[in-house]
């Protein structure tokens, strides 16, 4: 009885333990895994990259004065809109004393010249009515006669050119004096009007400031600086990993940091030929043209903005997570899994487009209604030999 009670003891024992062997097999067995599945959308992918920068005027006009002095009075400020030939500041012109001390002298010997010239021409003339007086009563031969009615004519010139010597030394002394005289227009004046129509940017002097005119040896003092505030670009630059990626004429989309909720269309119209090293990168300057037809809202130059550049576009078409797609390690093309049932999949080799990064447009190889496996990346799916390349 003790034997049979052990050995039926054992029996139940090894029962169990097949039991359990058995169950831990099953459950081997089994994915632990339950997948879930997306489908497929329709929507607007973008590849893009972004370039950090500045709005800035595509031109900017810098007002200089005509003329040395100091600066009397302003008549615009920052941010007011004028029109070409508008006045902008007076000046009022120190002399210098070196200066006008040889005016002076330039006068004074420009009318000692005309004297001197008249005098010549009195005496030719005294010449010439004797002689004409001869040549009438025919005494003298007419070759005679033009000699000297030659040199009266030269005496004659010789006072006009004094008198414009004279002339052109009283305006030079009234330049240096007051920085104006008559007959010489917007040649020479103390009134700094505007060249172009546009906006005032910035006013860098004030009265009283002493200004200096352009010349060969200096560019000149700024009185004012102007632009036309509705023409604008953005300026930027890139990385040397992206700036093979763009081109000319390709779209960008601007946000200005400082006006919410706002997107700019711009034209990229200008990518550096050279780069330059900036915090151990190179970098490449980039220009584009805002689109302001369709956009009334003011813009102030200098606001810092981002500048998508847009690389590729497609419009409404299908699309997945770019996580949905596997590759084969072998051919390394793309395909997923598609659900044929509970928890079963068959592969669908796909053709895809254009991505973002997190969607991929989905050309050919499944439907909007087709229900994708949501794989684990972790987890190596069985007969496909792999995970994501």
């Not at 009195?122 to 005494?139: C, E, T």
């Not at 000297?148 to 010139?157: C, K, P």
């Not at 020479?188 to 002097?205: H, N, Y």
Request: net charge negative; glycine share 8%; hydrophobic share 40%.
């Amino acid at each position: 009885m003790k034997r049979t009670g052990t050995i039926i003891t054992l029996i139940v024992i090894v029962i169990l333990f097949a039991a359990g062997i058995w169950y831990i097999y099953t459950k081997d067995k089994q994915d632990p895994i339950v997948y879930t599945t997306e489908q497929a959308t329709s929507r607007t992918i973008v590849k893009k990259t972004v370039a950090t920068g500045s709005i800035v005027p595509k031109e900017e006009v810098l007002i200089k004065p005509n003329v040395s002095g100091i600066i009397k009075e302003i008549y615009v400020e920052a941010g007011d809109n004028i029109k070409a030939g508008d006045l902008i500041a007076q000046i009022e012109v120190v002399p210098n004393a070196s200066s006008l001390t040889n005016a002076k002298n330039n006068i004074a010997g420009a009318r000692t010249g005309v004297e001197t010239a008249k005098l010549a021409l009195a005496n030719q003339k005294s010449i010439y009515d004797r002689q004409k007086a001869l040549f009438d009563k025919g005494v003298i031969s007419a070759n005679d006669f033009d000699g000297i009615q030659n040199s009266y004519n030269q005496a004659e010139q010789r006072v006009k050119q004094e008198q414009v010597n004279l002339t052109s030394a009283s305006q030079n002394y009234d330049i240096i004096k007051t920085g104006t005289t008559r007959g010489l227009g917007n040649a020479a004046t103390t009134q700094i009007r505007s060249t172009i129509t546009g906006m005032i940017l910035d006013v860098p002097v004030k009265t009283g400031n002493q200004v200096i005119e352009a010349n060969n040896f200096n560019d000149g003092t700024t009185v004012a600086t102007l632009a036309d505030v509705d023409k604008m670009i953005f300026e930027g630059k890139v990385d040397e990993s992206e700036v093979g990626k763009i081109k000319e004429d390709l779209p960008l989309e601007i946000t200005v940091g400082a006006i919410e909720n706002m997107t700019f269309n711009a034209t990229l119209d200008y990518i550096a030929p050279k780069g330059v090293a900036e915090n151990g990168a190179i970098q490449f300057e980039i220009k584009g043209t805002l689109d302001r037809t369709n956009s009334d809202t003011f813009i102030r130059a200098g606001l810092s903005a981002n500048a998508s550049i847009i690389l590729e576009k497609a419009t409404d078409v299908l699309s997945i997570k770019e996580a949905l797609v596997q590759y084969d390690p072998k051919t390394k093309k793309p395909f997923v899994e598609v659900a044929t049932g509970d928890q079963e999949f068959e592969r669908r080799d796909i053709e895809v487009g254009v991505s973002d990064g997190i969607f991929v447009e989905v050309k050919s190889g499944i439907t909007a209604e087709d229900n994708i496996k949501v794989w684990n990346q972790l987890k190596v799916p069985t007969g496909f030999g792999g995970g994501r390349g």
